[in-house]
């Protein structure tokens, strides 16, 4: 792939940085679509967020992603921001607009459906309700998506009870807030089952939950990608249920910040899959 002067910009800023696998999934969308572009990582302090996000127009860039931790910081600091960013409280996309104006949007909700949606066709929003472990940026992005999609009834439980409380407060919509003590029983008559948490990541505690209430038509999505297959799914899987990982999501977000970006709307494929996998 060639670079000229005239290069099409854009990268993912967070504190730190060097994990992130987007460059390499962007990187592979340019040399696909032979774009004359470049996507880098940008480490940034949260104290030079805004100084950084300011200096996107006047270096080139078309726009940037942002992760951990500057998702909710960046909400202030946009000059527009979209509804779905608003309602979820965090920006993960940016787009630099002509007049050098900072507009932030949030694509993790519409890659959570999209990826649950290919990946689980079979999969209903109105079949039953939806489980969603943590009260999280992801659990917001999810329950936003799910109330959107129209699940009767979306339970949420948190080790904290209090989050899980101000998440309700803050999306509205068939919101039920479980003790996260009885996350097992909360699974009976559910069609769908969500790990947004961080327990079963590698090196981070086991997620400790009996699937034995779920139906055998439910679905379960860990957002967890490392490792890509986890307890959880291992064991929803021994029980026949359909499991769907967490990469897909991660894949299908990053869809609306390249076609802004870069004039081209990508696809998510296989190949891709397997190329960001090699450095997970």
Request: charged share 20%; proline share 5%; no cysteine.
């Amino acid at each position: 792939m060639n670079i000229s002067g005239h290069a099409k910009l854009a990268g993912v800023m967070g504190w730190p940085i060097s994990h992130s696998l987007s460059p390499r999934l962007h990187s592979y969308w340019l040399h696909q679509y032979d774009i004359n572009g470049a996507y880098v990582p940008l480490p940034v302090a949260p104290d030079n967020l805004e100084h950084a996000l300011r200096a996107l127009s006047s270096l080139g860039f078309r726009g940037v992603n942002l992760t951990v931790p500057h998702k909710e910081s960046a909400l202030l600091i946009m000059d527009t921001v979209s509804d779905i960013a608003r309602r979820i409280g965090a920006v993960n996309t940016v787009f630099v607009t002509d007049d050098g104006k900072l507009s932030g949007t949030n694509t993790d909700a519409s890659g959570f459906i999209e990826n649950l949606r290919l990946n689980a066709p079979k999969w209903q929003a109105k079949s039953g309700a939806a489980v969603v472990l943590g009260a999280g940026g992801a659990a917001r992005a999810v329950v936003a998506a799910l109330i959107d999609a129209e699940v009767p009834e979306i339970r949420v439980l948190n080790r904290t009870m209090e989050k899980a409380e101000q998440l309700a407060e803050t999306l509205k919509g068939p919101i039920k807030i479980v003790d996260w003590a009885n996350r097992d029983t909360a699974l009976e008559d559910a069609a769908l089952l969500v790990n947004t948490t961080i327990l079963g990541m590698i090196n981070q505690p086991q997620l400790e939950v009996s699937l034995d209430a779920l139906p055998k038509t439910a679905v379960v999505n860990d957002l967890v990608y490392a490792p890509l297959e986890t307890d959880l799914l291992a064991n929803a899987r021994h029980l026949g249920l359909h499991t769907v990982d967490g990469l897909g999501m991660l894949l299908h977000q990053a869809v609306p910040g390249f076609e802004g970006w870069f004039g081209v709307r990508p696809k998510v494929t296989t190949e891709l899959r397997d190329v960001v996998l090699a450095s997970v």
